[in-house]
């Protein structure tokens, strides 16, 4: 037994209700229709919120540091000794790297001397520190005997600064920088820097100025106004400046990561283009209906709007499991990549609202030269490329099913081949001056002299746990070299510095690391008291990717058990609810595994910038997974809250996903194109991170919208048929009576129907 709402036609026959019968009543609906009758107290009203936020972040707002925390890990506790022990090397390091030309050396009298007079200036008073800008406490020499390489032709001298540098400190990073290249580079030395100083800000502009382009292009395929295309880009516009000023005012109260504006930027023009996208077609289409500007505006936001509420409760459902994992860093990384998605939820369910009010039927002004006008009454959507599309995934449903499947399958199943860990600076690419000091890095010291592994002992009484450490790794496969224990001023806390062999992102340094923590480092400290944790970059991120782990299993039962509940209580049906998680997860996989394919495997490697293979990042999987989830579920959201409203309204169920899909499927289609393009534009990106970031999201984000959502799931709800609308009664009592479409009181009258079989209908010329 389902229920429809049915009315009557012009002959006095029950039938589906037309859009001007079936407006929305409720709470939603009422604010909804506040915000279309007083548009002007809402605009002035966001302006006011703005104000307040410019001033918030004028006085408490904060700049972005990166702070990587593992609470519990041999690699945290190894970070707190060094910090509490070793006061006098907390400052951050720039490595100077020199190079003579190919096959020449360094230590010619001209080179020698233009070296010696770029460290001597280092170490004058024009770079010590004061108390507001950093300086350098000590800067290495480049020509003794492990500063200088066996070829003659490379060499560096580290250059400590007086304190940990973040974004403020910059300007005093590239003096030291400029200066020593003013120095050197007139007698023929190439000079590059690494190390804890050289992370250049990561820059914007290029990559959301390209998004915005093609964002465009094809809202105005889409809507063929430039009015109605300026609207949405306008939109994700205010609410990405919004969510901005709370980032800063976030920044000011807990440390927000230096990658963060990227994820907000690339998730927050996507997602506030989209959104609207979704509410101002609605709009436009009641319009085109007949229905007033103020009706049509409370409608759009009382049934679209509503859905887009859902679609953000969504995403927060996966930021906020990001919280099992335990690891701050990750979790401020997806709270803050969800700032644009509640700007965004916000500002589309109020002040866009208000500005379709103020426009009307302006919307459709200003006409796209060369292009036809787009008829949005349902009549001519019925006849579009997108409801054909439709209508042939539903009468070919028993074949379309199992070839999509098994493709998408395929597809996911690469994402077995991924290999978690680090891709270390030598993955960077070549036009940052760290990749470039990297390569030489490793070719004057060897691959592993950039990532040394450091192992802390606490020595609680055991003075001689160092030597034997010491003792035990010379000698060790893999180990290159090992550095004298060096001991804090008070002797209680030991360092002893192990070289491997390999670079910090190759399966053999994860190896190593292996066999220091569960052989070497054990073995020798049994004797005694003294306690010993290997570190570095390489463990680092091996004990982050264990954290993952050992979590992921809580992370994945909490956002797919809230969100299967949350969306069979929206459609009151578990079989839709557990299709969305389900497909969700399998265009995840395909995005991993297009990723792996990419940047781990090399396939096509050298369109994204990039020239060398290396691991995927430990914290990219559960971030961009918590993301996926939630954006992914929004196409799922939109398709479905319309087909459903068609299905109440008096439709069966391939006859409402004929209509939903002609009726919202164009819509899907150009979101998942925009925020695809404005994702795969972040490719172009300097940083590798941000690039890993665009490809997995464009991927996964394109195959859920185009494969899984208009094309496996119809197939899917057409061969279940009413089967698709079930859910438990026991269930169905239990859960708030709060679905996604609005309650229509009065509007028709709901009545309990069978299902009847389906006449085929004519095919639409």
């Known amino acids: ?43 002035l009203g966001w302006l006011g919120i703005v104000v307040v936020l410019i001033v918030l972040v004028g006085t408490v707002g904060g700049g972005l540091r990166d702070e990587f925390e593992i609470p519990g890990s041999e690699t945290q506790k ?38 010696e007079q770029a460290i001597t200036r280092l170490q004058g008073s024009e770079f010590k ?51 020593v290249r003013e120095a050197v580079e007139p007698a023929g030395v190439t000079v590059e820097y690494n190390g804890e100083a050289e992370f250049p800000p990561i820059e914007q502009g290029t990559a959301e100025l390209l998004g915005l382009l093609a964002a465009m292009i094809v809202l105005l395929i889409v809507f063929r106004t430039f009015v109605a295309a300026f609207i949405p880009i306008l939109l994700a516009i205010a609410a990405l400046a919004t969510a901005f000023l709370l980032l800063f005012i976030l920044a000011g109260l807990t440390d927000i990561n230096t990658i963060t504006p990227i994820l907000v930027t690339m998730i927050g023009l996507g997602v506030g283009i989209d959104y609207s996208l979704f509410i101002v077609t609605r709009f436009r289409q009641l319009l085109h209906e007949g229905i007033s500007p103020v009706d049509a505006a409370a409608e759009a936001g009382a049934s679209a709007g509503r859905a887009v509420l859902f679609a953000g409760l969504t995403v927060a459902i996966g930021v906020t499991g990001l919280a099992f994992f335990g690891l701050d860093f990750v979790t401020k990384l997806g709270i803050g990549s969800a700032l644009g998605v509640l700007t965004t939820v916000l500002l589309a369910n109020s002040l866009l609202l208000a500005v379709l009010r103020l426009l009307g039927h302006k919307i459709d002004r200003l006409k796209v030269p060369f292009l036809p006008a787009i008829d949005d009454s349902e009549a001519a959507r019925e006849k ?7 209508r042939f995934v539903t009468r070919n449903a028993r074949f379309v099913f199992p070839i999509v499947l098994l493709l998408v399958i395929a597809l996911a199943a690469t994402a077995g081949l991924v290999r978690l860990g680090v891709g270390d600076q030598g993955t960077a690419p070549k036009e940052q001056t760290a990749r470039r000091a990297y390569d030489l890095l490793a070719e004057g010291f060897g691959p592993g002299f950039n990532g040394p592994i450091p192992i802390v002992v606490d020595l609680n009484g055991d003075a001689e746990a160092p030597q034997r450490i010491f003792d035990r790794v010379q000698g060790l ?43 070497v480092v054990p073995a020798a400290t049994s004797a005694g008291d003294a306690v010993a944790y290997v570190s570095g970059q390489t463990a680092a991120f091996k004990d982050i990717g264990e954290r993952i782990t050992e979590r992921a299993p809580l992370f994945l039962l909490y956002i797919i058990g809230v969100t299967f509940l949350v969306l069979a ?31 781990q495997e090399g396939h096509l490697l050298g369109l994204t910038g990039l020239d060398r293979t290396g691991p995927i990042e430990t914290f990219i999987p559960p971030i961009a997974f918590a993301i996926l989830f939630g954006l992914s579920m929004d196409y ?29 499927g164009r819509v899907v289609v150009a979101a998942a194109v925009i925020m695809g393009t404005v994702f795969a534009a972040f490719i172009l990106s300097g940083d590798r991170v941000s690039k890993e970031f665009g490809i997995l999201l464009a991927v996964a984000i394109l195959t859920d919208a185009l494969i899984v959502r208009m094309t496996l799931v119809p197939a899917l709800f057409t061969l279940l048929g009413e089967k698709t609308w079930y859910i438990p009664g026991w269930l169905d009592r239990l859960l708030p009576n709060v679905t996604v479409e609005s309650p229509h009181e009065g509007n028709g009258r709901v009545v309990p129907v069978e299902p009847q079989p389906r006449t085929e209908a004519a095919e639409p010329s």
């Open 1 to 43: 037994m389902t229920e429809h709402t049915v009315g009557q036609d012009e002959n006095g026959t029950e039938g589906r209700l037309a859009a001007h019968e079936r407006l929305s009543t409720g709470s939603l609906a009422g604010w909804a229709r506040a915000c279309a009758t007083h548009p002007w107290r809402v605009v």
């Open 569 to 599: 209580m929206a459609f009151r049906s578990i079989v839709v609810s557990l299709t969305a998680a389900i497909t969700t997860i399998l265009s995840a996989f395909v995005g991993f595994g297009v990723l792996t394919l990419v940047v």
């Open 636 to 664: 799922m959201v939109f398709l479905m809250s319309r087909v459903r409203e068609e299905h109440i309204h008096g439709l069966h169920t391939r006859d409402a996903l004929d209509h939903g899909i002609a009726a919202i």
């Open 384 to 390: 579009t490329l997108v409801a054909r599309w439709g």
């Open 129 to 179: 520190p004061t108390e507001d800008r950093a300086g350098l406490e000590s800067v290495g020499d480049p020509f003794s005997e492990n500063t200088f390489s066996e070829s003659g032709r490379i060499a560096y001298a580290e250059a400590q600064f007086d304190r940990v540098i973040y974004d403020e400190d910059r300007d005093s990073v590239v003096a030291v920088q400029e200066a």
């Open 78 to 115: 190894a970070t707190d000794l060094i910090e509490s022990e070793f006061a006098s090397e907390q400052g951050g390091v720039l490595n100077v790297v020199f190079a003579a030309p190919e096959g020449e050396r360094l230590d010619t009298p001209e080179r020698r001397a233009a070296i």
């Open 477 to 519: 496969p893999g180990v290159a070299s090992v550095g004298e224990p060096q001991l804090n001023d008070a002797g209680t806390v030991g360092i002893v510095f192990v070289t491997p062999e390999t670079a910090p992102q190759a399966e053999e340094t994860n190896d190593l690391v292996d066999r220091l923590r569960g052989d």
